[in-house]
Structures are given as C-alpha cells and as structure tokens.
C-alpha cells in the first residue's frame, strides 16, 4: 500500500512553489495533505502533469477559511480552488460518492478517507496519492502494479464505475490512446455493456474527449479500438462511418486541432458539405472551424488535378484564406504518395507572391465600364481573367493592363 518514492519532479513543475505552501499550510492546521490523482500517475511514468491537485481531510470551509483567495467551483463535492504563488491549485475533499442518477454526476456525496476516496476514482492508475512529507506513494488498489503492466483498469467493480459515469468510457480509450495502455479484459466489456449510453454524457464533453483522443500518441490505436469496442453506433448515429486508413493519416501527433478534426472528417465523412455542416453543428463544432472543413473537403478534387492547374491559378488559391490550409491536409492525406509535379507547382506558384501577399487587382469594375465594358455580369469574368493576365505578365500599371482587355 505504501511505496517510498523520491518524486524529485514535483520541485521542476510550474505549480510546486503553490502546491508546497498550500501543503504545509494544511499540514500546519492539523489537516492530511496528500498529491491526487493523474499528477501522481505522470510524474511515476516521468511525464509532465497538466496541474497538481491536492486531496485534504479538511472540510470546503475549513478550507477557505485557511487561504486569503478560494474559489467554490463545486461546494457539493468538496472542490475548492486555491490561488497561491500565480497558480490556481484545485484542492478537493475526501469523499465517498452517493447514488448516481444521471450517468454523469452523484446527487450526493459523503467526506470520508483517503482510502474511501480512491476507491471512488475511475482508474487505478489514476486513484493514488503522495505524501510529500514521507516521500510516499499512497495505493490503495493497485495502481503501481497496473502502471509496471501498463494496464489501464477500473477501481473495483468496472460495471459500476461505467454505469456511475459514463464519459469514462470515452476516458479509458483516452488513455489507452495518450499511455499506449493495454484494456484490461473486464475493463473492456464494461464499455462494450454501456457504451450504448454513451449519449448521456453532454456533446461537449464527448468532443473534448474525443480531440484528446484524436491528439494522443497512439491515436491510430486508441480510435481502432473505439470501433472494436463497440462505441461508433452511439457516438456516430445516424451517420455511418467506419475506420479507415489512420497509418496513413495519423503517424505524427496532430497537436494543431482544427487539423485533427479536419482530418477526421475528410477520412470518415466523405459526405455532402449540408451532411459535415449537420455532424459537425452536431458534435457541437466552432461554425469557422466546420467552414475549414468544408473548403478542404471541395479543393480535395482540384488539388489532386494539380497537372491540369495552371501556376497562376495555384497561386490565387494558396492566396484564399483557407488555401494553404487546404494544401497542407492534402499532403497529409497523401503522405509518400504526391508526385514531384505538385511540388514543383507549388514552387511556381509561390514565386508570384511579394512579402507573402499576392499583388492586388490594378483595376476594378469602375474602371472596366469607363472603358467601354457595358455593366453587367460581365465584369466579374474580366475582372478574374484579367488578374491572371497581371499577375502571369506581371504587368505593373493600370493602362497597360486594361490593354490585354479583349471585347
């Protein structure tokens, strides 16, 4: 149950200076103080944690009553958060969780121990503790043993912490994705049991899990097995997607997420843009971001015609707002599979770019009626044909383009 280990870590980690004071200004009162959680799993597999949290026997109010700036982000379950030395530490209650009624959250909960505590928490992995006075790791069920097997398993009964809370499905295929963990077989049909129910837990939270996921280490993994497990039918409904291809696409960490959901998209939703505009408002995207993805989606075509494009017309598109955006997900939908002309285009088409920026349009449609172009639809066909004449020629003034204008 106890384990002496030297976390040295802690002390290079941003928070230490608060954490540290707030420890020991608990300890002074008379309170338990231990480091909860994912910090202690991390800073074992020698990773940097997000944020160290603290767990305390001290009550919420105890607790305010204790530091100058608290926070109540969640009275009801003992959650304080504490700003000391320019961080904001969470420093939550030993509890014991009462009934859960909504799939998400218990309706009520009961201070406690420590060992009640982690016994409550999703993983094991993810339910032990350190004592940064002994130098102790605290485990009450298993978690160091699981970490040597690289094992991901629930606490306990995993039907039960599944059907308490059931965004902890999408967080064990999360984890498998960012620690390369294996499932552990009961672990594993528990999801499989309740991830139809997948749904009771908010869109947002569910994107925000599944970005993780997509931005995991192992993502080609960690996305086969959602499938495998069983999670696609109730995450994707009514839309049938199915997994394909991610070795290709998803050999380097996307850390940028417009790109990984991009990505995503264009893999597994070969769709109308009125379908991806439907799943993406669905899954509760930003609309710029769905916008991103639609324009990637319909330069797919012309890209992969890039031998029927002239380099001028490479450059107008790479001077689109979403151009070079589109440009890069082609190569990544391609990789080691683009010919030498594509390139070669790109580099043709980069050279009629000044600072960055193409030259603009020397004329406008004022111009164009002055000369003798009747006003009409007209206009708007010259005035594309003519800014490809300028920048091909480059031709530098007014009159000598409005020259090249056949009537």
Not at 9 to 21: C, G, L, M, R
Not at 192 to 212: A, F, N, P, T, Y
Not at 325 to 349: D, T, Y
């Amino acid at each position: 149950m106890f384990y002496t280990h030297d976390v040295t870590t802690f002390e290079n980690h941003p928070q230490w200076a608060a954490v540290a004071s707030i420890h020991q200004t608990l300890l002074k009162s008379g309170y338990r103080s231990l480091v909860a959680g994912g910090a202690v799993r991390d800073l074992l597999l020698g990773r940097t944690p997000n944020d160290l949290d603290i767990a305390t026997d001290a009550k919420p109010e105890q607790v305010e009553a204790l530091f100058e700036k608290t926070v109540m982000v969640g009275r009801a379950f003992g959650v304080s958060r504490v700003i000391c030395e320019g961080s904001d530490i969470e420093v939550a209650t030993f509890r014991k969780d009462g009934p859960y009624l909504d799939g998400r959250k218990p309706e009520s909960i009961e201070f406690s121990s420590e060992q009640e505590d982690a016994k409550r928490r999703d993983f094991t992995i993810n339910a032990m503790f350190y004592d940064l006075e002994k130098k102790q790791v605290i485990d009450f069920v298993g978690g160091q043993t699981d970490l040597m097997r690289k094992t991901l398993r629930a606490v306990g009964d995993p039907d039960q912490r599944f059907a308490e809370d059931k965004l902890r499905i999408l967080r064990a295929v999360r984890f498998h994705g960012q620690l390369g963990f294996t499932i552990e077989p009961k672990t594993a049909e528990a999801i499989r049991k309740h991830g139809v129910l997948i749904h009771q837990v908010s869109m947002e939270r569910i994107r925000d899990e599944w970005l993780k996921l997509m931005q995991s280490e192992h993502a080609v993994s960690a996305i086969q097995r959602t499938y495998d497990l069983g999670l696609w039918s109730p995450l994707f409904q009514p839309w049938k997607l199915q997994p394909s291809e991610y070795k290709k696409h998803f050999s380097l960490k996307q850390s940028d997420p417009d790109m990984a959901w991009i990505l995503w998209f264009l893999i597994h939703c070969q769709e109308s843009k009125e379908k991806i505009a439907e799943l993406g408002l669905h899954w509760k995207l930003p609309k710029t971001l769905i916008q991103k993805i639609i324009y990637c989606l319909q330069s797919l075509p012309q890209l992969r015609n890039i031998q029927k494009i002239e380099a001028v017309d490479m450059a107008i598109f790479l001077s689109k707002p979403n151009g070079r955006l589109a440009v890069e997900v082609f190569e990544r939908l391609h990789q080691g599979r683009i010919k030498e002309l594509f390139f070669e285009k790109l580099k043709s088409a980069e050279s009629f770019f000044q600072s960055n920026r193409l030259p603009e349009l020397l004329i406008n449609g004022d111009d164009l009626i002055q000369y003798g172009v009747a006003p009409g639809p007209d206009i708007a066909t010259h005035l594309k044909r003519l800014y490809r004449t300028q920048l091909r020629e480059k031709i530098t003034s007014k009159e000598a383009l409005l020259q090249t204008l056949e009537l």
